[in-house]
């Protein structure tokens, strides 16, 4: 039995109370009223089976005494439909042994009537906190693992802010909301931090990488499946819309998924209801989705790939993501971000100013989630307490170095350091040959072999 302890605010959407007794029923809603608006009843077990069956709870306050069908039939169906639902029985005084045997076969706790409101407030607080642990173990098995939140942030380019601006504006709206943009842009931890600026940023944020399930196991995954509904379907799943109940779903690289299953993408996103695969019944969640994608979706339309329904759908709120290329500004601060985070046992570690201004004129086709990889890898490859160019590993024949400054953090470099990553560039370009390279340099191989070791500047090797 619960026991009463420091109260903390629930965040909960949805309570379903299954009670005869209409009294108590009352006393119960006035109590969990303070928590949420969105109560539900069911007078008899029958009904409460018909209304799990078509929506999500947060909570269910279960009687065991119940007419036509019994509150321990009614925990059984619960528990085999909606696992991740925690079902508190209310029972009388005389019956706990009752109540123990409930929570043999799942249920989360028991209260004796008549209880306290205090009681009752901690133990449905208990209970979403319980229910909330017990998505987020499903999560990490199920979902795509997203960036650290902090990540999203991190940027003071003009075109970054301006799109955080936009974020945010769309992030109080609760529509679908498509975020474009190419692989390792950032797509991901925008789609974070629009969730973490929404008012369901007390609920779960769920991520569907759907271009690396199977278009055969997606609607499963997704949607949820009934047992015996295919082969290995051995018990009944819940899908990752219930499991976001109240929260955000992000659905990234929506553009990889087939014609069949974007139609039933669509008619949720239209309608907020879906059926598990095998099952009849129709079930209602609320959840708001963000998809992303790096695919031209209209050049995917034509090439009848891609819904022109769902495009329009999800043409309405839109937010581009412009390449790292196009925002150098932000080089610098999540090259300064990157060093903190994965230099914990090695501080004060820092980077040369040339090095940097490598970084700033590199195209990064793997946006940022190539440079991520670029500064884990100077990490370990790093002999000294600054990371050189030699540290980086990136082909410096693809650097932007012709027609304009030398800059590194913004700042004009020396007539040295500029002297040096020319020279850096036309190695680079000729894949270091010494002879080739002092040619167009105009010097000898020997002065060539001076600076090199003046400037700490050799060919780059494997990581």
């Avoid at 029923?25 to 077990?45: H, N, P």
């Avoid at 109540?99 to 799942?106: C, D, L, P």
């Avoid at 369901?200 to 196991?217: A, K, M, T, W």
């Avoid at 009944?236 to 659905?251: D, M």
Wanted: aromatic fraction near 6%; charged fraction near 25%; include cysteine.
């Amino acid at each position: 039995m619960t026991t009463t302890s420091k109260m903390k605010p629930a965040t909960v959407s949805k309570i379903l109370i299954v009670d005869d007794d209409q009294a108590y029923r009352e006393m119960l809603v006035t109590v969990l009223s303070t928590l949420t608006t969105e109560i539900q009843i069911a007078f008899d077990g029958t009904s409460a089976i018909n209304i799990v069956n078509k929506t999500m709870f947060d909570v269910v306050l279960l009687d065991m005494e119940l007419p036509r069908v019994s509150g321990m039939e009614v925990l059984s169906h619960i528990t085999a439909q909606a696992a991740s639902t925690p079902v508190i029985i209310l029972t009388g005084s005389k019956d706990v042994r009752l109540a123990v045997e409930a929570m043999k076969r799942g249920a989360y706790d028991y209260l004796t009537k008549p209880c306290m409101p205090e009681e009752l407030l901690v133990a449905v607080d208990r209970a979403v906190e319980y229910r909330v642990l017990k998505n987020k173990a499903s999560i990490v098995e199920r979902s795509k693992a997203f960036s650290n939140p902090d990540d999203s942030i991190i940027g003071g380019s003009p075109e970054w802010l301006a799109i955080l601006d936009q974020a945010k504006l769309f992030a109080e709206n609760d529509s679908l909301i498509l975020l474009l943009g190419e692989t390792g842009s950032g797509k991901d931890v925008l789609a974070n931090f629009i969730h973490r600026h929404s008012s369901r940023r007390d609920r779960p944020f769920l991520v569907v990488d759907c271009g690396v399930i199977p278009n055969s196991l997606i609607e499963s995954e997704i949607f949820g499946h009934e047992k015996g509904a295919f082969t290995g379907a051995d018990q009944t799943k819940e899908g990752l819309v219930e499991l976001a109940q109240g929260g955000t779903l992000f659905l990234d690289e929506i553009g990889h998924v087939d014609l069949t299953f974007q139609q039933k993408i669509l008619k949720f996103v239209e309608t907020k209801t879906f059926r598990r695969v095998g099952d009849t019944e129709t079930r209602a969640v609320d959840v708001r989705i963000i998809a992303a994608t790096n695919k031209n979706l209209p050049e995917e339309i034509k090439a009848d790939r891609f819904r022109n329904d769902l495009w329009y759908r999800l043409n309405a709120m839109k937010i581009e993501i412009p390449p790292l290329r196009e925002r150098p500004a932000d080089i610098p601060l999540l090259v300064e971000y990157f060093l903190q985070k994965y230099s914990l046992k090695r501080p004060g570690l820092s980077i040369s100013p040339e090095a940097t201004q490598v970084l700033e004129r590199y195209p990064w086709p793997g946006n940022v989630r190539e440079l991520q990889s670029t500064i884990q890898r100077a990490l370990t490859v790093s002999q000294t307490d600054r990371i050189e160019i030699r540290d980086l590993g990136i082909d410096l024949r693809n650097a932007q170095t012709s027609g304009t400054l030398y800059r590194a953090n913004g700042s004009l470099l020396s007539l040295k350091g500029a002297e040096k990553l020319h020279v850096l560039a036309v190695l680079g370009e000729l894949d270091w040959n010494i002879s080739k390279a002092a040619k167009v340099l105009q010097i000898g191989r020997t002065t060539l072999h001076a600076k090199m070791k003046e400037y700490s500047l050799q060919a780059p090797t494997g990581p």
